[in-house]
């Protein structure tokens, strides 16, 4: 899937918020951040759990190459209005060899 197939799941005024980053405010940022971040590295999400309990969702997921991570998602009318995301930014940075900023 790609990141302009995965933004369409977004409300207009949600947060996107990889805590090892800054959040990002509002689906047109969300898709913009989405562009620079794939066109950087090829990131693939294979889904190790997903659970749910009411608008929650948490999904748990690995990549290839080894990086872990949890995304966790508040819905409303069916839509992401907030994720949070938790992953070692360090190791994919290295992984992807990428710049590690100082």
Known sequence: MSYTQIITFYAENAINHQVANEPVLGKTAIHEIFRQEFANADMVCLVENI????????????????????????????????????????????????????
Request: hydrophobic share 40%; net charge negative.
């Open 51 to 102: 659970f749910e309990d009411e608008d929650w969702a948490i999904l748990e997921w690995k990549d290839p190459i080894g990086l872990r991570g949890y995304g966790f998602f508040k819905f409303e009318d069916q839509l992401i209005v907030l994720q949070r995301g938790y992953w070692d930014k360090l190791s994919f940075l290295k992984a992807h060899d990428l710049p590690i900023p100082e």
